[in-house]
């Protein structure tokens, strides 16, 4: 059945009570729905590209085609009640698949059995790029981890990929301050979430199921151990982004793998194999992808039964005397990145993947 108008304007009265911030994905969908029922298709200019946030606007409206104003109106009524709808799953039985929610996160599932907190990175239709919600998701859900009954505490990726690393749009979102606020802001994000991890008491393990880029690989030299199916890949862009290193990644790949391995993939973005990280030391160990899942998880299980203590003050004594090192360099590379952010090479950069004009 076809909704009505009266349905259309209920629908735009619930988005403003949203309890939670829906996030700029969606919002930029109910602004395209809300345009194209209104008012056909695009009909506006479209904004240069350096006008990020009306270029976004621009593209979700204009991507919409000719949607006819009844089905948007339908595909809007559609989505404000799935923001707003009653969820009648317990944390515990949501499932990971097509960007499913949990409560309390909007792109990760967190779950504890077995003694283990696993984090798992749900946003398997954006290859789990991270947004900005999400660097606060996991810094949460690390906090809690710490906190929790667990003894070890796992990061994975849902579907096909580990991670792709920052999620690109995240830069389209420049607050009234403009772009030098918002590369502010994204420093200080930044150096909170690797704080977090230079300063997580637990083992932490991270089950490299897919590709990996960017800061996804960079925190790697933080864990205490790193497993990898054979179909992932390490791959650290930064020139071609015209970014710099961060996670620490300046100081623990030179001290992992030597400086000029480090430098090949710091440097000129070599992206490695599974094989080869583990060779230079980032990888723990790689298993067949057929076996990943079940080898892994029967040795992190057998490994939570360790007693606690121990392993907490072996990991402790292990990481005690670098720490200090590790903020230095964390506040460093933060500081590095402020400057390479509002350069005219990272935003080309940025414009260019956002215009589909370039992948990694
Ligand atoms: C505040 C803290 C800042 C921290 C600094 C961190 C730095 C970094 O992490 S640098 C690394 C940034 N990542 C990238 O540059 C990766 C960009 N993505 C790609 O090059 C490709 O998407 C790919 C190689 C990762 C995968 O290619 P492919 O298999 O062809 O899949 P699609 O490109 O079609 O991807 C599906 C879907 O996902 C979107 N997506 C993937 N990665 C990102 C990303 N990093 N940011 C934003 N969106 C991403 C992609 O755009 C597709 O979306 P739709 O077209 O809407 O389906």
């Not at 301050?177 to 802001?185: H, L, S």
């Not at 590790?326 to 990145?337: D, G, Q, S, T, Y």
């Not at 400057?339 to 260019?352: G, I, K, L, P």
């Amino acid at each position: 059945m076809s909704v009505t108008q009266k349905d259309f304007e209920n629908a735009m009265n619930q988005v403003k009570l949203l309890k939670k911030d829906p996030g700029n994905e969606v919002k930029l969908k109910l602004y395209a729905l809300y345009k194209q029922a209104t008012e056909g298709p695009c009909n506006i200019p479209k904004p240069g590209a350096f006008d990020f946030v009306n270029k976004a606007k621009w593209d979700a409206w204009n991507g919409l085609g000719s949607l006819p104003k009844e089905t948007a109106r339908q595909n809007y009524v559609d989505l404000v009640s799935s923001l707003s709808g009653p969820s009648s799953e317990s944390s515990s039985q949501v499932k990971p698949g097509a960007d499913s929610k949990q409560e309390g996160y909007e792109n990760l599932l967190v779950t504890s059995e077995d003694r283990i907190t696993k984090i798992l990175l749900n946003r398997p239709t954006k290859k789990n790029a991270i947004t900005t919600q999400m660097y606060h998701e996991i810094m949460l859900a690390l906090k809690a981890a710490s906190q929790d009954d667990s003894v070890l505490t796992v990061l994975t990726g849902s579907g096909d990929y580990y991670c792709s690393g920052n999620d690109l749009t995240n830069f389209t979102d420049i607050p009234p301050g403009g772009v030098e606020e918002k590369a502010k802001n994204s420093s200080f994000l930044l150096r909170d979430f690797v704080n977090c991890f230079i300063d997580f008491p637990k083992p932490l393990v991270a089950v490299v199921n897919g590709p990996a880029v960017g800061i996804s690989v960079t925190i790697l030299g933080l864990f205490d151990i790193v497993y990898a199916s054979d179909r992932a890949t390490f791959h650290t862009p930064f020139s071609h982004l015209g970014q710099s290193p961060e996670g620490c990644s300046s100081y623990t790949f030179p001290k992992i793998m030597g400086s000029s391995k480090a430098a090949e993939m710091l440097i000129f973005g070599k992206k490695l194999t599974a094989g080869e990280a583990c060779a230079q030391g980032l990888v723990t160990q790689v298993f067949p992808d057929s076996t990943f899942q079940k080898e892994v998880w029967t040795r992190l299980k057998a490994y939570s039964k360790l007693p606690p203590n121990a392993m907490r003050i072996s990991k402790e004594i292990i990481r005690k005397n670098e720490k200090e090192k590790l903020h230095a360099v964390n506040a460093e590379e933060c500081n590095v990145l402020l400057s390479r952010w509002q350069s005219d090479e990272c935003m080309n950069a940025v414009v260019n993947f956002l215009s589909r004009k370039a992948k990694l």
